[in-house]
């Protein structure tokens, strides 16, 4: 599913985010920065070992914030690592750390001059927060970045599996932009 919001395209694929060839890809990272399960060791292991090299130097990141890197042997050029929250341990600021974690992460890429970025759906594995509450917060933040800075030209959300995928599209058709064929 692919929409139009201001100038730029959202789209929702079924997928790995280790394959996209965006400018940047998002890495669902966690506050030390230094590797983890899930997108963050798909990432580690497709980028090689010099991203830990690198991420070795950046002193961690908090929650809600976000750092980015070289992609090494990725297809991306860039990978940005957004801390997002632990849905137990943040309680009801987990929706406004959540938001922040892709505002950061898009705000990096403006920065840097990157068009075109892919995520993951963040904290919504290992981190606990429950897809359905996740995706609107998600797309929201996305959105409302979106339509202030038409630099930012895709961003692709790059679901993991069919459940995930399906939570994205129904948010998605809740908040009303135009479908973009
Ligand atoms: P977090 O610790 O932020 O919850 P995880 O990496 O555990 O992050 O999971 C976040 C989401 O990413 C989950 O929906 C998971 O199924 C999904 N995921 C896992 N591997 C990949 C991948 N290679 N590409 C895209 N999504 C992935």
Redesign the pocket.
Known sequence: MKVKVGESILELVQ?????QDTEAIVN???PSLLG????????HRAAGPELLEECKTLGGCAPGDAKITKGYRLKAKYVIHA??P?YKKEGARAPEVLASAYRRSLELASEHGIRTVAF??????????P?KEAAPVALKAVADYLKGHPEIELVRF????SK?YQAYEEALRGLGFPEFC
């Open positions: 997928g790995d985010i280790t394959q669902a990272a966690n983890g399960g899930g997108v963050d060791g798909a990432i801390v997002g632990i993951p759906s963040l904290s919504t594995g290992a981190y606990g927060y897809v790059v679901l993991y599996d995930t």
